[in-house]
């Protein structure tokens, strides 16, 4: 059997939580798979973690799609959800030509950074059968327009306008929301006021899936890491690892408040 997006609709309507990863090649790809994680991202943080770039601004649709085929040759329990990468949606037209490449390349679904402005592509690729998550708060490929990797949405006002550009996502078709550092308390409204799965990152233990980089969890390579990464790799194997990531994920453990943020109100 394997996650298709009506699994994790069930999971939510069940209240049960499900676990999300990065992968970037085939070995993780099979090992992803045997711990059952549900969602596997090719996401373009291969450009900092795989090929040493301090942002994801380098990283091509060809190198996801390289990468995607590569996790899609041995995952075959995951749902694999591939990014587009910086300015890769920088028109409807570029969305879909790029979603095209992503999904022949093996991806089941696109992650696609951005806020309201994303309403129009998430309309044109569900009509061509491309299923969306929405990834909103921080949004790394903005790094250098929001001043460094930060928490947002920390105000009252940037909150409702995140809140409201998800509601307007997920109105325009869009099939899970993602939202990384974030308060919790914004996390938490957002979540009572969404009907799609909300996965999370650095955004609190309110929502029906979390995601974390693989390699951060791992502690590779070993240093200082952002304060909602835990670390499972000391003293286990990998696949230790990733399934004890799973089981607190889905038993609440994991995110904790210490890997939380305090919002203003
Ligand atoms: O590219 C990525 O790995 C991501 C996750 C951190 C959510 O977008």
């Not at 049960?16 to 059952?36: H, I, N, P, W």
């Not at 909602?228 to 994991?254: M, P, R, W």
Request: charged letters at 15%.
């Amino acid at each position: 059997m394997s996650v298709t997006i009506a699994t994790l609709n069930k999971l939510k309507r069940e209240n049960r939580k499900f676990a999300c990863l990065t992968c970037y090649d085939s070995s993780f790809g099979q090992v992803m798979s045997d711990a059952e994680i549900e969602v596997v991202l090719i996401g373009d943080t291969l450009g900092m973690v795989i090929q040493g770039h301090n942002s994801t601004l380098p990283v091509t649709v060809d190198n996801i799609c390289y990468h995607t085929k590569a996790v899609a040759s041995s995952c075959s329990y995951s749902l694999i959800m591939a990014d587009m990468p910086f300015m890769s949606a920088r028109t409807v037209e570029s969305s879909m030509d790029s979603a095209m490449q992503l999904m022949q390349a093996g991806a089941h679904m696109v992650k696609i950074e951005g806020s309201d402005w994303l309403i129009p592509h998430v309309k044109a690729l569900k009509q061509n059968g491309v299923p969306v998550c929405a990834h909103l708060g921080l949004t790394p490929q903005s790094v250098h327009a929001l001043s460094g990797f930060k928490v947002q949405a920390k105000q009252d006002s940037a909150a409702n306008h995140l809140i409201n550009a998800a509601l307007q996502l997920e109105k325009a078709g869009a099939d899970l929301i993602l939202v990384e550092c974030i308060p919790t308390n914004v996390t938490e409204k957002l979540h009572a006021s969404l009907s799609v799965p909300l996965i999370g990152i650095g955004a609190g233990p309110n929502c029906d899936g979390q995601i974390l980089v693989t390699y951060d969890i791992l502690d590779l390579p070993p240093g200082k890491k952002p304060k909602f990464v835990k670390n499972y790799g000391s003293n286990h194997s990998i696949l230790a690892a990733i399934s004890q990531y799973k089981q607190e994920v889905q038993d609440g453990t994991y995110p904790g408040p210490e890997h939380s943020f305090l919002g203003a109100s």
